[in-house]
């Protein structure tokens, strides 16, 4: 079965960085995009970054262009998002996503961000 499993959060100053990791499991990784989300208290889960499969080509949030950074190892089967400059409005709990035609969407179990002084 499809598994997703997040981690690297944690509590930062502004103006600092984490690297976010989601090991995925159970089904072709390479074949497929791969996404994260975020969900602040009180706000509806937002599509962060994007990473295709085919070129390896990215899409980012308005919010988080050049300050965060997706990644994939194929040979590991890891998605990553480096995150720099952090501002304390992208504190929220961090997913993986996967959405597989005719399967639909598979999350991880997420991983809180917490950007203050």
């Known amino acids: 079965q499809v598994q997703l499993v997040e981690s690297g959060g944690g509590l930062v100053l502004p103006g600092g960085s984490l690297r976010l990791s989601c090991a995925a499991s159970?089904?072709?990784?390479?074949?497929?995009?791969m996404n994260w989300y975020r969900q602040a208290p009180g706000k509806e889960r937002e599509l962060v970054a994007q990473?295709?499969?085919?070129?390896?080509?990215?899409n980012y949030a308005d919010s988080v262009k050049g300050r965060f950074t997706i990644s994939r190892d194929n040979a590991k089967n890891m998605v990553y998002l480096q995150m720099n400059n952090l501002k304390p409005e992208d504190t929220a709990v961090y997913y993986c996503?996967?959405?597989?035609?005719?399967?639909?969407?598979?999350w991880g179990q997420g991983t809180q961000v917490t950007v203050s002084s």
């Open positions: 159970g089904f072709a990784f390479s074949t497929y995009t």
């Open positions: 996503n996967v959405w597989r035609p005719a399967r639909g969407d598979f």
């Open positions: 990473i295709f499969s085919v070129g390896g080509s990215t």
